[in-house]
């Protein structure tokens, strides 16, 4: 199914959603929203979760304590205290018997209980033990998994392919993963070869050939190879995004390219990642939607 590219925003008090053009859809009447994902979007009232349609109109009445954005027809929610999933019908295809739940990726998702996580399928079943004491959501094959107060990484049998020696680790992206060892980062290959030292304070996931890392508490930018593409002269940098990426500078944000050439001034109290060509920032306490010549598509409001 085809996503509707719908944007939240917030008028009066209420949440309701614009489209790329900067026109309202669906009028601002909710109290709270997520963003859409296969045409259904979770929104809130009275304290409890449904979810709308991309006309706005409620096809799942509120009843959850918590919701997911659907993907592949099945949403995460929470029943009183416990996660499961539910189909568009609202049908629960796995009961709500977790207490954590991760994102379904590559045909499995972790699932926690008991101060233990294990893997379950679409259908439910247990398709990797609860063994862990932590796990991440697989990508390009492997997982991120906690055993004895170390990381490493399983494959989808449950095996650890790469040694669990880390303190923290973060989830596979580009086809290397953030690794923390005595509060240092670096970054591993498939194979847990390091291919990048463990020597930054902080490091992101690699997104569009480039890492944000930081040296103390200055952020830059480095390459696959840690060749420095952009020197640690920022207080905080993000990921690239179609080409930008948020960076901060004396308490306000604005974006760079992978030049480290300034697009859109530092003009804003918080900022985030462009999809489809908007992205949202935060003027003050009020939100808006700029496009990329940092021109506003909806004004800041609240």
Not at 133 to 151: C, I, K, P, V, W
Not at 259 to 283: C, H, K, P, Q
Request: net charge negative; aromatic share 16%; charged share 25%.
């Amino acid at each position: 199914m085809k996503d509707v590219i719908l944007f939240p925003i917030k008028l009066n008090g209420y949440l309701g959603y614009i489209d790329l053009k900067g026109e309202v859809v669906i009028a601002p009447r909710f109290e709270e929203v997520h963003e859409f994902s296969e045409g259904l979007a979770a929104f809130e009232a009275n304290g409890r979760w449904g979810y709308i349609n991309d006309v706005g109109n409620v096809v799942i009445d509120p009843q959850y304590a918590a919701a997911g954005s659907f993907e592949n027809g099945i949403a995460p929610v929470r029943f009183l205290d416990k996660w499961g999933f539910i189909n568009r019908f609202n049908d629960f295809i796995i009961n709500p018997d977790y207490e954590r739940i991760g994102i379904f990726s590559e045909g499995m998702v972790a699932v926690g209980r008991g101060g233990k996580f294990g893997f379950i399928d679409r259908e439910g079943h247990q398709v990797i033990g609860m063994r862990f004491t932590d796990a991440g959501d697989f990508r390009q094959g492997m997982a991120a998994a906690e055993h004895n107060g170390l990381y490493g990484f399983i494959d989808q049998r449950g095996d650890f392919v790469i040694d669990p020696v880390y303190d923290d680790v973060r989830d596979f992206s580009e086809d290397l993963a953030a690794v923390c060892r005595n509060n240092r980062w670096g970054y591993i290959d498939r194979h847990g070869e390091e291919v990048v030292a463990v020597r930054y304070s902080r490091a992101h996931d690699f997104a569009e050939g480039v890492a944000s890392i930081a040296v103390g508490d200055r952020f830059g930018y480095i390459d696959k190879t840690g060749v420095v593409t952009i020197g640690p002269g920022y207080e905080y940098t993000w990921r690239f995004s179609e080409g930008l990426a948020v960076a901060s500078l004396s308490g306000k944000c604005g974006y760079i390219d992978q030049n480290g050439e300034i697009i859109i001034d530092f003009n804003y109290s918080a900022a985030f990642d462009f999809y489809s060509g908007l992205a949202r920032v935060m003027f003050d306490q009020y939100g808006g939607y700029i496009n990329r010549e940092g021109q506003y598509v909806w004004k800041p409001s609240r």
